[in-house]
């Protein structure tokens, strides 16, 4: 057992927290949110030229990482700092497509020239993986995706549908004929759309696609997660900052034993989460992933859910403005409860898996 | 002890639900039950129909155009208005100020202010908190310095709600600033024309700007305005906040909130079945119910005891705390209930842009979650409440 990160990957912690301190402010998030785009196009080259992509892919497919570490890494950061650049859209679609040997597209994602988003929930469907409505027939699709993330910034679409031989993996460039976006914010401060699509061309790549759709889902959960928890350690920072400096009967908040007891709750449970991510992202690839990832975004749910309520309520009517960073925060770490299966999603297959 | 209603209050439940079925506009209970925004009009236009029915002060006395009623009509009326969809009253003007001026203004403050709270003349908001002063209330900095038959008001106040409407504002200021924090604090009317007077709003974490601040610069007040003795408003704000917390069990609100949610959760689609039929989430459903329902019981208990002459208290801490933690457990799990959909934020200003995105119900969900930790934030925060219990009910 070691707990410590590796040099390589220490380095791109420090790297990675350095930079985006440094882009990121809230009066900047702020800014970008209420944006059109959404995000920070400059932001995201130098991320890419940071090596923040390729740590999320193996050497085989272009990149140096690839590990669950490597992504947790990477997304606690991003989380830590409120960023809103499509990580999570080359995490999926570019893992999908380098397993499905698109090297060359993968490059260009790596690079953060080339944006795909994988568009698989459909109305209706909770947190279905498989689609339910959507079909390619004779290589066209019809159908209605729901919150594609980043969907207008997208060059190219991976669609889920069900074809002749099942679930099956498309690929659809934007401006498609029959392809049509409603976009949206979505109360994380991320930017979405539903996806229209009406007998569109599309470039079949795999058929069967499920049990690979559901392994990089598993990463995308871990890297969720990991985000959660960088949102949960800032909330945390914030608060304590608070209650040292706010002043009420004479002396700071936080030299009530009531708020700090409750502070010190969040710490042990802020731990437990690390723990859970860290059980999560070792696991990644074992037989044991699925089980782990459960577990741990029930307990993700649950601690996240705390930390934003209490950090809210710790700071006051201050906590409630949209001018003051926590916000986001605290909206970002309980909208990943809507992500990927919420709290009770995961304790009821966490129960399943157990009892086989 | 008897639970039933005598028939004389099944008479009156009948009364009030003809009177609904009548007389409440279509639109505005079809904005409420899809939790829409009310614009001021909408709020005026309720207030006028119940006014003209002598329904819209049901906890004044007759005397000052009050219905009168008892604990238990007040709680039917609020079960009825709130199974109609119906807005809920503004509470500045009449649950908080008119008691306070019936109790402590002189005549002629009662009979100028007070029907103008009747018939919508006069929006009141509250001055209370302020950037310093929150928890700590009576920290408040806010000065007024007598000159002549005015008081100079400088300083600014905070989560002013719906200020933006108001065209008064009952404040609390510092008159002795030499005293005590609790003893130089006066209760003043301000007319929110006069000059020198600012409202800013102040945009919440789910993107509305329900609250403001409001500055004062060198504000002429007459002093007809103080209400009571001057460095005696503490005491008139410690009244006003009792008052205000025997409806802050908000159990219409729960009510109206559980309806919502057990809609949402026969709609909604999960796995095969519905998930209402979860069992995860229907024990989820189930708990908050049970709780809702003991706390219905204590909110009448409590408040009966006042009615017999015993003022609501220590006790109605409890109703805050419990009231307002069961309403956040509802719009929780409601936006649980919603799975991926709670996701999209449409602003409420493009009227029709979510079409085609998400059901209607869940349009204001993940909003009324977020601006709902509000809850237990204002009119004394749960840990002030939680204080007040420990000391002044349990003697510790």
Redesign the interface.
């Known amino acids: 057992m070691n707990f410590t990160l590796t040099e390589d990957r220490q380095m791109m912690q420090d790297s990675l927290r350095r930079f985006l301190t440094d882009r990121y402010s809230a009066e900047r998030r702020g800014a970008l949110i209420a944006a059109e785009a959404g995000f920070d196009r400059d932001i995201w080259r130098d991320l890419a030229d940071l090596g923040a992509v390729a740590a999320l892919f193996g050497e085989d497919q272009g990149g140096f990482g690839g590990a669950g570490f490597d992504i947790a890494l990477v997304f606690e950061e991003l989380g830590r700092a409120g960023a809103l650049e499509p990580m999570m859209e080359a995490l999926i679609a570019g893992g999908l497509l380098a397993e499905m040997g698109h090297g060359d597209l993968v490059a260009r994602i790596i690079a953060g020239e080339l944006i795909v988003t994988l568009a698989y929930?459909e109305?209706?469907?909770?947190?279905?993986l498989s689609p339910r409505t959507t079909r390619l027939t004779e290589d066209r699709l019809s159908g209605h995706k729901?919150?594609v993330g980043h969907a207008e910034a997208a060059d190219l679409f991976l669609v889920t549908a069900l074809g002749p031989e099942g679930v099956t993996l498309a690929l659809v460039p934007r401006g498609a004929d029959g392809l049509s976006l409603?976009a949206?914010?979505?109360?994380?401060g991320m930017r979405?759309a539903?996806l229209r699509l009406d007998a569109t061309p599309a470039n079949t790549l795999l058929t069967g696609a499920l049990p690979l759709l559901e392994r990089h889902i598993a990463r995308a959960t871990l890297a969720c997660m990991a985000d959660t928890l960088g949102a949960m350690e800032t909330a945390m920072a914030l608060t304590i900052t608070h209650l040292k400096t706010r002043?009420?009967?004479?002396r700071p908040l936080g030299k009530f034993q009531?708020?700090q007891h409750r502070m010190a709750d969040l710490a042990i449970e802020l731990e437990q989460a690390r723990s859970a991510v860290i059980n999560a992202a070792g696991q990644l690839g074992t037989n044991q992933e699925a089980r782990h990832i459960s577990a741990a975004k029930n307990l993700m749910g649950r601690t996240a859910?705390l930390m934003a309520?209490e950090a809210?309520?710790l700071h006051?009517?201050i906590?409630?403005?949209?001018?003051y960073a926590l916000?986001h925060f605290?909206?970002r770490m309980?909208?990943a409860?809507?992500?990927f299966g919420?709290?009770?999603h995961h304790?009821?297959r966490f129960i399943a898996l157990s009892a086989t | 002890m008897d639970l039933t209603y005598t028939a004389e209050e099944t008479a009156f439940r009948e009364e009030v639900r003809a009177f609904l079925a009548e007389h409440l506009p279509r639109d505005l209970s079809e904005k409420v039950r899809l939790g829409r925004p009310l614009s001021k009009q909408d709020h005026e236009a309720w207030h006028s129909i119940l006014n003209g029915r002598g329904w819209l002060a049901g906890n004044w006395p007759k005397a000052f155009g009050g219905a009168e009623w008892t604990a238990t009509e007040r709680h039917i009326f609020e079960e009825e208005t709130t199974r109609a969809h119906a807005p809920r009253i503004v509470p500045f003007g009449l649950t908080m100020l008119g008691p306070v001026l019936q109790h402590f203004g002189t005549k002629a403050q009662q009979e100028h202010f007070l029907p103008r709270i009747l018939n919508g003349e006069h929006w009141w908001c509250q001055g209370y908190?302020e950037p310093?002063a929150?928890?700590?209330l009576a920290?408040l900095k806010t000065r007024a310095v007598r000159d002549g038959d005015d008081y100079v008001v400088t300083g600014q106040k905070?989560?002013t709600t719906l200020g933006q409407y108001a065209n008064w504002i009952f404040c609390l200021v510092r008159t002795d600033p030499t005293a005590k924090a609790q003893e130089g604090i006066s209760f003043l009317l301000i007319d929110m024309a006069s000059p020198g007077v600012t409202v800013r709003p102040?945009?919440?974490?789910d993107?509305g700007a329900e609250v403001n601040e409001v500055f004062f610069h060198d504000v002429r007040v007459p002093v007809a305005n103080l209400v009571g003795e001057e460095n005696k408003g503490w005491t008139y704000a410690k009244f006003l906040l009792t008052h205000e917390r025997t409806n802050i069990a908000g159990i219409g609100f729960s009510n109206a909130g559980l309806e919502t949610l057990k809609r949402i959760a026969h709609a909604?689609?999960?796995?095969a079945g519905r998930l209402i039929d979860?069992p995860?989430?229907a024990a989820?459903l189930a708990r908050v119910e049970i709780d809702l329902m003991a706390l219905s019981t204590t909110n009448l208990r409590i408040l009966s005891a006042a009615a017999r002459g015993q003022a609501p208290g220590a006790d109605s801490s409890m109703l805050k705390v419990k009231g307002t933690v069961i309403r956040?457990e509802i719009n929780?799990l409601t936006?649980?209930a919603?799975?991926?959909?709670?996701?999209?934020?449409?602003s409420e200003g493009l009227e029709g842009?979510n079409d085609?995105?998400?059901p209607d119900y869940a349009r204001p969900v993940?909003?009324q979650?977020?601006n709902n930790?509000?809850l237990?934030?204002?009119g004394g925060?749960?840990?002030v409440q939680?204080s007040i219990i420990a000391k002044q009910v349990l003697g510790l």
């Open positions: 929930l109305p209706d469907g909770r947190y279905d729901s919150l409603t949206y914010p979505t109360a994380d979405a539903e002043q009420q009967f004479g009531v708020l859910r309520e809210i309520q006051g009517g906590g409630m403005t949209a001018e916000a605290a909206k309980v909208m409860d809507h992500k919420d709290e009770d304790l009821a | 908190s310093g929150g928890s700590d920290s905070t989560w102040i945009v919440l974490l993107g909604e689609r999960d796995g979860n995860l989430f989820r956040q929780d936006r649980r919603l799975g991926p959909m709670a996701l999209p934020f449409v842009a085609g995105i998400a993940t909003a979650y977020f930790r509000k237990s934030i204002f925060s749960n840990e939680r």
